[in-house]
């Protein structure tokens, strides 16, 4: 196994003991009296889960739909007036489409910005998976009202449910959907609930132009001088343009950056400067954004990107390493959610978030060095088996908790009817 609590690689060949949703034990040869299940690890790597930090999973219904537009068209002209039209249904059978995908990958724990958020949450609970949720904020119509009294909803039904899988964030869309009195009744309800705050930030030059035309000043110290900083555990998704300025006025924030490189590019956003975050003490996560723009959510698509990114910007190979990049999409994944005291690593006392990736591959042989095997040259078809909270949810790639193939036919339905708006099916 690969545990990722140390600051550099450490490799053990060990057995790990699960009890209900907790690893109790690790060690050499562990007794096996009165262990229901033994999983034979052989020729596999076991690894924590991956994290993926900033999703808007529905958003798989739109995968290949709308593609090669700049953001604000992307979102104003096609994926707005498309969501207009989701239901709830589509939303339950879109989430469970990017939970089965994240599960096939190597995803155990997700963060979700989106609406119908009880669908979202069930579809959590019925995956498996371990996710932190928050109904997105606009405040662009006359909506806000609604979207907040769903935000106040999705709290008292979900927090800690779905036997403590489930926690709730408070999720501002963005600095240029949310005015400065809108974000400070947000943030008084993030300390209300005593929750984290999930906020897209600095995605694009658009992004900064538009606030500093109407406010003076960078989307980052737009929120710093409204006190988002000051005590509230923050994720901040993509935080790609920002200025050196920007970067100390972010040092020391609670919480995270998720850092969604893939996105980034295909929206060609530019790159974020993820190694001088880092080396300000930041804590850079990964997450793939919604498959509308990042078309997969493959976290090792989002390892290779972050690392391959980061060298050519800094010119440096050294710049960031691959167990630099396996921290990112574990332990730091967990750090920004706040939920590093119970996954992002494996140890005792931890929450069994496990996956198993067979590594009898001929694109991971010869067997030098793992971490590198792992973070360039796997891909998510190489996990094998997936634990969640101690529940197998994926044995040798077949999904346990739901049937693969209803969810493929019930998503390319509910896709049928959002984006062409009636049940006919595409042409081929
Ligand atoms: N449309 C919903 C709110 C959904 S919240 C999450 C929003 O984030 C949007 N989104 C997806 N990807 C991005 C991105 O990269 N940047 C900014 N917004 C995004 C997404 O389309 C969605 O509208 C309502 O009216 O209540
Ligand atoms: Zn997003």
């Not at 332990?331 to 590093?340: F, P, V």
Request: hydrophobic letters at 40%; glycine letters at 8%.
């Amino acid at each position: 196994m690969l545990p990722m609590t140390t600051d550099v690689p450490r490799i053990q060949t060990v057995d790990i003991l699960i009890e209900g949703s907790t690893i109790t034990n690790i060690g050499e040869n562990l007794p096996e009296e009165g262990v229901d299940v033994i999983i034979d690890a052989v020729g596999k790597v076991v690894l924590p889960g991956f994290i993926n930090c900033h999703n808007h999973g529905a958003m798989s219904l739109f995968r290949g739909y709308s593609l090669d537009l700049r953001l604000m068209e992307w979102l104003s002209q096609k994926i707005w007036p498309a969501e207009e039209r989701l239901d709830a249904d589509a939303v339950y059978w879109g989430t469970m489409l990017a939970a089965a995908e994240m599960i096939k990958s190597g995803t155990t724990t997700f963060a979700d910005m989106y609406f119908f958020m009880d669908e979202v949450a069930q579809a959590v609970k019925d995956s498996g998976m371990r996710a932190a949720l928050c109904q997105g904020l606009l405040f662009i119509d006359d909506q806000g009202e609604r979207r907040l009294q769903s935000a106040q909803k999705l709290f008292e039904n979900w927090q800690g449910k779905a036997d403590g899988r489930i926690t709730t964030m408070v999720g501002p869309h963005a600095p240029h959907t949310c005015p400065p009195d809108k974000l400070k009744e947000v943030m008084d309800m993030a300390r209300c609930f005593d929750c984290p705050i999930h906020i897209h930030l600095a995605e694009t030059v658009e992004e900064v132009e538009h606030i500093f035309h109407h406010y003076g000043k960078s989307p980052v110290k737009y929120l710093y001088d409204l006190g988002m900083f000051e005590d509230h555990h923050c994720l901040l998704a993509h935080a790609v343009n920002v200025s050196r300025d920007d970067m100390y006025l972010l040092r020391g924030f609670r919480g995270g950056i998720s850092h969604n490189p893939v996105s980034n590019q295909k929206l060609g956003c530019g790159v974020a400067p993820v190694v001088e975050l880092r080396k300000m003490g930041i804590t850079v996560a990964l997450g793939t954004d919604g498959a509308g723009s990042a078309s997969t959510l493959d976290m090792f698509e989002e390892i290779k990107a972050t690392a391959w990114m980061q060298k050519n910007r800094a010119a440096d190979p050294t710049a960031i390493k691959a167990y630099d990049v396996l921290r990112m999409a574990t332990i730091e994944g967990a750090k920004a959610l706040g939920l590093e005291q119970e996954v992002g690593t494996i140890e005792v006392g931890k929450r069994a978030d496990l996956i198993l990736v067979d590594v009898e591959k001929p694109h991971l042989y010869p067997r030098t060095d793992i971490c590198a095997l792992l973070a360039y040259s796997a891909n998510g078809a190489d996990v094998d088996t997936v634990i969640i909270h101690g529940q197998v949810v994926m044995e040798q790639r077949r999904l346990r908790c739901m049937d693969e193939k209803e969810v493929l036919r019930k998503a390319q339905r509910a896709a049928c009817r959002v984006i062409l708006g009636q049940q006919s099916e595409f042409p081929i």
